[in-house]
């Protein structure tokens, strides 16, 4: 019989147990592929410790899987408050909200979800005139593709500004957060979830200035040369790494073979996706690829660092490419588009 809790209910690792004994060693042999070993030695410890499962704890455990099921599922659709009202229909209140409560904590849903789900230029809307802390604020939380759209619908003496101030976020208060959302769940009539959290920094930042036009990009990186030389060059590094050369089209990875080093492309393939190992052979002659292949081969173990390196340079001759006109890296906006 599965041990209680001193509250008498059963545990989270107990209730996953009886679930996955109820629904037979197919079914759990395909949930142990998603877990991590030590979440599998866990379990597979609660399960060997059930001796036997009562009809109606397996029953409660097996409804109540299938009413977070139903909740996730909502949630995927239309978002918490969309999930709440359902659930409030079928269940009552009282059990909507505790199930909500379970599946948000773990699914630790982020701040400003709703805002993901909402028409970027309805947040621009609202957020245009606000301090650009705020707008900092709320950017890092949506979706980079948002983020980008409205950074670019901004005045450009503010750009640079709120670029910056993402990529120099750290962490914010669940009071501050609160706040924000307050504003933004009355102009939206919506409900949110806030926790303390993480959000911000140079990679946010990349990931939103990879959404914006190109003319948006160079203008938001020539100001923060100006302002913070150190920033604008660790977020120029990033904007482009070595595996995305897979976005290039073929005239530009031709070009870029003939002007990056034989030896630093060698060591960026060694290590680098079938994907991009491809697409650079592919623009290659025969005996050129037949020579890198047999070259790599004797190269033997590699370290990291000397791969880094050479990716490195590698991005950077990329991106001088590109400053001068000679290739293309395509990005969001409509700047450019080929004709």
């Known amino acids: 019989m599965a041990r209680k ?11 996953a147990a009886i679930l996955l004994i109820s629904m037979g060693p197919d079914v759990s042999a395909n949930v142990y592929r998603h877990l991590s070993e030590e979440e599998i030695e866990k379990l597979t410890l609660e399960i060997s410790s059930v001796r036997k499962v009562d009809t109606k704890a397996k029953e409660d455990v097996l409804d109540e899987f299938h009413q977070i099921a139903l909740a996730q599922d909502y949630i995927a659709q239309g978002g918490i408050a969309y999930a709440k009202q359902i659930l409030e229909k079928a269940l009552g209140n009282e059990d909507a909200a505790n199930i909500i409560n379970r ?6 849903v982020k701040p400003f979800d709703f805002a993901r789900k909402a028409d970027p230029a309805q947040i621009l809307n609202f957020i245009q005139n606000e301090h650009p802390q705020t707008i900092s604020l709320v950017l890092s939380y949506l979706d980079p593709a948002q983020a980008g759209q409205i950074l670019s619908e901004l005045p450009q003496d503010m750009q640079a500004d709120v670029a910056r ?6 962490s914010t208060s669940p009071e501050v957060i609160n706040e924000v959302e307050q504003i933004l769940e009355r102009k939206l009539s919506t409900t949110v979830t806030q926790d303390y959290t993480h959000t911000g920094g140079v990679e946010a930042v990349v990931e939103v200035l990879n959404g914006v036009d190109r003319s948006t990009e160079r203008t938001i990186l020539d100001a923060l040369e100006i302002q913070d030389p150190e920033l604008a060059e660790e977020i120029k590094k990033r904007m482009f ?4 050369i897979v976005t290039l089209d073929n005239r530009a990875i031709q070009r870029v073979i003939r002007d990056v080093e034989n030896q630093d492309l060698m060591l960026s393939l060694k290590v680098a996706s079938e994907e991009v190992k491809e697409i650079v052979f592919s623009n290659m002659s025969k005996r050129m690829v037949d020579t890198f292949k047999e070259e790599m081969e004797f190269m033997g173990p590699v ?13 950077a001759v990329i991106r001088r490419l590109e400053e001068a006109g000679e290739i293309v890296i395509a990005r969001g906006g409509g700047d450019d588009i080929i004709v």
């Open 5 to 15: 809790d001193n509250n008498g209910e059963l545990t989270g690792r107990q209730k």
């Open 103 to 108: 599946l948000t904590s773990s699914l630790q």
């Open 165 to 170: 101030r993402i990529a120099l976020m750290d």
């Open 241 to 244: 790494v070595f595996e995305d």
């Open 303 to 315: 370290r990291l660092r000397d791969v880094e390196e050479a990716q490195s340079r590698i991005v």
